[in-house]
């Protein structure tokens, strides 16, 4: 659904709804929900929890944003207490001491031991309160038999609390709650698979981790269909919105929320409102997010490397001749970057993970940066004629034969790596490139790049690839009596 602002993403609530059933009949698989902001995470645990409802199952649901321990504390105990609470019919209050005072005589035990962490809070005594509150869900379920669904948002932030041996800690209690299941999410998906495969890789306990992902081309479509059915805005338009957006829910929804607002929507004039107008709310996203780099003393090496990575720089040597330093300085500055997941290694390339970002970097950001006037209204006809001229080049590219473009591709291959779904491939540098034509049923057009050691045979297929496709292509490549690659 649109209107909720959730859309296309039912394989991640089926994985919530499987484990969370398993934990039920005492299987328990702990979740790692990760992807970049913006990305729909929140969306689709808020979106999972509205429609949950199990009366053995008390969830546990905590937004961490930089706050001391003793609030985390006390914002624990009270959704403890609320949603144990919320089961029965008893009128309910966001106050703790109301929470613990109509507690009292369901789970006495319990309470008692939330007093004893609260007195503790008072006296400073902190070292051990996270694995305290952790517990409590053992006690909880001892007193009512009633399992706790524990979820942390951006639980990284943790860290911020200064608690001592955190992960050594949860580490115990992950391996002996066994009626406790933890989902953990994060934007930081570096550091968290660091974490996940260092501090808490356990035998017992361990993490699935899932990865959300942008939508699909054909997802993103059905959201604009869905979203833009009572404009006017043409299919070609739409298909660069996709294109442009990177298939970001966000990005989607913000580009086709302000086409909604206009009777004759401009594609043009709402991505300059939106990314070059420094109110536009795109704008002030990336202005903000730059600044995270600003208090650095390396922040010029940061925002340059970031710019010239959006201007097609994106391998390490050329970006080391460009700046003039050594490789191995800027491996420094481009491994921070990965850390906080604002760039992507896949082989001998780096790429912003944002591509909005990017575009931003490229047209708006560096050229306000040089301008001369107060305005930057220079800046701003060229930003346009940029806009106006990558949507002419995408509808001149989506009219060319899918041939000939793959074939301008393949000419780009210069003998370096790449990474592509955890696989490194070499892209061949290829001495000859020409059409194939298939006799096979689903396969009709082909490209063969031959190079020095190898040889590539390529097959297009519009639509989704079957195992009969694959198969086919198979047999299709044996008459060349050689070495297959994978199919494409």
């Known amino acids: 659904m649109v209107k909720d602002n959730f859309f296309g993403r039912e394989a991640y609530l089926a994985v919530l709804e499987k484990r969370i059933k398993g934990l039920k009949f005492g299987y328990r698989q702990n979740i790692a929900i990760i992807g970049d902001e913006l990305i729909g995470k929140t969306s689709i645990m808020t979106n999972f929890l509205n429609k949950f409802y199990d009366n053995q199952i008390i969830v546990i649901y905590l937004e961490i944003p930089p706050e001391s321990l003793a609030l985390f504390a006390r914002r624990f105990i009270g959704v403890l207490l609320y949603n144990f609470l919320s089961h029965g019919d008893i009128p309910l209050k966001e106050d703790l001491d109301f929470l613990v005072e109509k507690s009292s005589k369901y789970i006495p035990k319990t309470i008692e031991k939330i007093k004893s962490i609260l007195t503790d809070l008072q006296k400073r005594k902190r070292n051990t309160i996270f694995a305290e509150l952790l517990t409590l869900c053992e006690v909880i379920h001892q007193e009512t038999g009633k399992s706790c669904l524990v979820i942390f948002d951006e639980f990284h932030n943790l860290e911020n609390m200064q608690i001592k041996d955190l992960y050594r800690e949860w580490s115990k209690l992950l391996i002996l709650q066994k009626n406790t299941m933890y989902i953990i999410i994060s934007s930081m998906k570096f550091k968290v698979k660091a974490i996940l495969s260092k501090q808490l890789s356990l035998l017992f306990g361990n ?166 006037t107060f305005d930057a209204k220079n800046q701003k006809s060229l930003f346009r004629e940029n806009i106006e001229e990558m949507i002419r080049e995408f509808f001149l590219n989506a009219q060319r034969p899918i041939t000939e473009r793959m074939i301008e591709l393949l000419r780009l291959f210069e003998d370096e790596t790449t990474q592509i779904e955890g696989r490194k491939l070499r892209l061949t540098h290829f001495k000859e490139i020409k059409p194939l034509e298939f006799n096979g049923r689903n396969f009709k057009d082909g490209l063969l790049g031959r190079s020095s050691d190898s040889l590539w045979i390529m097959g297009f297929k519009q639509d989704l690839l079957t195992e009969d496709d694959i198969s086919e292509f198979t047999k299709e490549c044996r008459k060349y009596h050689l070495r297959l690659t994978d199919p494409v």
């Not at 006017?232 to 913000?254: A, Q």
């Not at 730059?290 to 010029?300: E, G, P, T």
């Open 207 to 372: 993490f699935q981790i899932v990865e959300v992902e942008p939508f699909d081309i054909k997802t993103s479509e059905g959201y604009l269909e869905h979203k833009l059915n009572e404009t006017n805005l043409n299919i070609g338009l739409r298909n660069f919105i996709v294109h442009f957006s990177g298939g970001y829910p966000f990005y989607l929804e913000v580009i086709a929320d302000a086409l909604l607002k206009i009777d004759k929507p401009n594609l043009a004039d709402i991505l300059e409102s939106l990314l070059f107008i420094p109110s536009g709310i795109l704008h002030q996203r990336f202005s903000n997010y730059l600044k995270r780099f600003l208090d650095s003393s390396y922040a010029q090496d940061y925002i340059s490397i970031l710019y010239l990575i959006s201007s097609g720089h994106n391998k390490l040597k050329d970006l080391a001749h460009i700046l003039r330093k050594q490789k191995k300085e800027l491996a420094l500055r481009i491994s921070y970057l990965l850390e906080l997941d604002t760039i992507t290694r896949a082989g001998d390339f780096l790429r912003i993970n944002d591509r909005v970002f990017s575009f931003w970097l490229k047209f708006v950001y560096q050229g306000k940066l040089h301008s001369f």
